[in-house]
């Protein structure tokens, strides 16, 4: 169990940014509505991620680090449809086999607190907290050396972080997140669901002000974002935030799809900004691919990209009217 727990971190936490995901997608899944992230030394020493979301009651905080003790699937069936963002039941074991792990939960009725350490249970008592759930990992990969060395420096892994929070505070603007690292508080949303307020933090107040909405919907998909206008993307990187249900996806051909709807705009060697989420229907969607979550397989991935393709040109052209 505990090997198997070990062979899974691998694929789920390379680095103290995968740590993260997981836990803030808890938090999410949870339905927080404040996620604080504290990260010291690029989360490589100690991370703590707390939210106010529903929390745990005793049993669930204890079943919460076996392998696949999911509490999100229910039956078969609810593999292939899968709605909310952890379903694997894998983050909090392998986790735990690779740290110490401090939690702390409160569903409400009576908190928790559990302790493991590199696998081992330390600690499991009611104990006093507020709702909601804190966890707080240390000592990142001190007993498997080989996955230490792999590690870069702190200002890197929390530069990993930071872009993460970034992604996932514009998928869930309505959440207020607040990201801080070696105590100092870098990135603050409001939660109040506005996103050119989120671009503006990113990126400043060119790139929040050119960000044009858009909005439309076949018979399958339906799309939503912002696009900031061609003459604002000095950036010399991808800077597309694709999401899908509300779930943090890379796609080569989302990406493609952007890049062709803008590429009669754009100067050579500038990328576009844009922000879009693509609400389907969660049974044309395959995304248990791969345990990290970020690859997913669409049906009817060429009409969703033509959708994709044909709105953002036309909100472009309009724009530039
Ligand atoms: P998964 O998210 O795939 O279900 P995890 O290993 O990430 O698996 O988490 C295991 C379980 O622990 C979850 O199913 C959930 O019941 C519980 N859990 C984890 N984090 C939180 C949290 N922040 N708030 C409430 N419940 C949580
Ligand atoms: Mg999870």
Redesign the pocket.
Known sequence: EHLTNMIAAGEVVERPAGIVK??V???I??H?KTIEIEAFQGGIERLV?T?D????DHE??Q???NRH?????HSEEELFNIG????????????AAVSKVN?E?NDGNQGSIIEYEYGQLKRKEIYDCPK??R?EIEGLFLKTPARFKHLKSAAYEFSVIADLINKMALSFPDIRFVLSHDGRVVFQTSGNGNIQEILYLMYGKEVAENAIPFESSDEDFHIKGYAIQPKINRATKYFMFISLNKRLIRSKYIQNAILDAYSDYLPVNRFPIVVINIDIDTQLVDVNVHPNKWEVRLSKQNQCLSLIRSTLKNTLKKSLQ
Not at 69 to 73: L, Y
């Open positions: 997981e836990c997608e808890n938090s899944d949870a927080a991620i939210d979301g529903c929390g745990m669930d905080a079943m919460a680090f003790a999911t509490s999100k699937m909310t963002m952890g379903f694997r039941g894998e983050a909090l074991p392998s986790i939690l939960t909601g759930t966890i």
